[in-house]
Structure formats: structure tokens, C-alpha cells
Nanobody, 123 residues
């Protein structure tokens, strides 16, 4: 099973930016679609963004379109989530996930997850 480690979370003021990273082990990472989800306190996990194996196709939740950008560097086994114009409602633990099929990720059915990184956006 591939191992995932998220990083880059922290405390930021509203309107600011953060870049999250999802680093994966294993030579097969480049063959996987990757997604980001988030979970705020007391709420269920929410889809944020996904990217297919090549990076040619990306998918975003309506709540983050125009503000967040997902990208990947397969040579570094890393996927990024650039978050701009952050809002307090973006506060959550952000998790990355992988699957061989991006449709599985978008559907919320992927099974491999990292430990999460906390993003806190203050007013």
C-alpha cells in the first residue's frame, strides 16, 4: 500500500495563501490519480480537488473553484494544492488520497489516505 504524507498546513489570515503538499512513497505513484479532501470539526469529509495520473485533467469542488489549484510533479512523487484567497470556512484538516481511477476519488470511494494537515484561517 502506498504511504501518503501531507504537509504545509498552518495558521493564515483570511485572504492569504498556503500550499499543501502530498508526498507519496513507491514507484507507482505516477500511475495514480490523486485527490484532496477536507474535514472541518463536526462535519463530514468533503471533496476538494482531484487530478488524474498525467495531470492533464483536474476537478474541483464548486466552493474552491477559482481559488485553489491542484498540480503534480510525478518526478518528485508529490501533489500540491495551492490555496489562495483563503476564507475562514476553509478551516479544516486536509487529507490526500490516491486511487487508480480518478472517478473513484471524485465519488468519495477511495481507501488510501494520509494523516492530514491542519489549515486554520483566521478572520
Amino acid at each position: 500500500q502506498v504511504q501518503l504524507v501531507e504537509s504545509g498546513g498552518g495558521l493564515v489570515q483570511a485572504g492569504g495563501s498556503l500550499r499543501l503538499s502530498c508526498a507519496a512513497s513507491g514507484r507507482t505513484f505516477s500511475n495514480y490519480a490523486v485527490g484532496w479532501f477536507r474535514q472541518a470539526p463536526g462535519k463530514e469529509r468533503e471533496f476538494v480537488a482531484a487530478i488524474n495520473w498525467s495531470g492533464a485533467n483536474v476537478y474541483y469542488a464548486d466552493s474552491v473553484k477559482g481559488r485553489f489549484t491542484i498540480s503534480r510533479d510525478n518526478a518528485k512523487n508529490t501533489v500540491y494544492l495551492q490555496m489562495n484567497t483563503l476564507k475562514p470556512e476553509d478551516t479544516a484538516v486536509y487529507y490526500c488520497t490516491v486511487d487508480i481511477d480518478h472517478r473513484t476519488i471524485v465519488a468519495g470511494a477511495s481507501r488510501v489516505w494520509g494523516q492530514g494537515t491542519l489549515v486554520t484561517v483566521s478572520s
